[in-house]
């Protein structure tokens, strides 16, 4: 039997696309699934069997903890962000039910840093991406960093840019006042 052509984890046959390599085996599409979202392709590379099947554990606790999230607060976009002020705790999902995607439940006191910044969309084409990056202090998540605007390449300075930038405002701004986290607005590119 052929063990490189099966899943690390559950032992399935791998299929053509959708699988991830892991430092020392192959992670198959389904349990890629299970897995977090904010998973980059060196998160999974920098992760063994062991300390995958730790995350899937992880991943299976936080479905548990999040019937009791309690969404008080939101700001609403292509990812929104919603709040729980109770227990300090927020997530982030592309999806309206959040529960069933099941969306890395955060703690306000894990993140590191807030900023939002700007991307050339290709080398190709003008146009520019706005960005949100919440550095955190999780075991198993180091970052969320998604795309604030929804379609990619806004033309700088253009309406569609300003309300991306202010919507990427309301996203810092959600958190301002928490105690410990409080965020620079520099001039230039990167806004921390
Ligand atoms: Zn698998």
């Excluded at 085996?25 to 998973?39: E, T």
């Excluded at 936080?62 to 997530?91: A, M």
């Excluded at 969306?103 to 991307?119: C, P």
Aim: charged letters at 40%; aromatic letters at 10%; proline letters at 2%.
């Amino acid at each position: 039997m052929d063990n490189s052509k099966k899943c690390a984890i559950c032992g399935n046959e791998l299929t053509r696309y959708g699988n991830k390599k892991l430092k020392d085996g192959i992670l198959c599409r389904d349990c890629v699934k299970l897995a977090s979202p904010w998973l980059n392709d060196d998160d999974y590379l920098a992760r063994d069997t062991e300390a995958m099947k730790k995350h899937l554990e992880y991943r299976e606790m936080n479905k548990e903890k999040l019937k009791d999230f309690v969404e008080e607060r939101s700001v609403k976009g292509k990812y929104s962000l919603y709040l729980d002020e109770d227990t300090r705790q927020f997530v982030v999902s592309k999806r309206k039910d959040f529960k069933k995607d099941n969306a890395d439940l955060l703690s306000y006191d894990e993140i590191e840093e807030l900023s939002i910044f700007e991307e050339k969309y290709s080398d190709e084409q003008e146009g520019v991406d706005l960005l949100m990056d919440i550095r955190l202090s999780n075991p198993e998540i180091d970052n969320i960093c998604f795309r604030i605007n929804e379609f990619p390449g806004l033309e700088k300075d253009s309406e569609d840019y300003k309300k991306t930038l202010s919507l990427a405002f309301e996203y810092l701004n959600a958190f301002d006042g928490e105690k410990g986290i409080d965020f620079e607005q520099t001039e230039g590119e990167k806004y921390e």
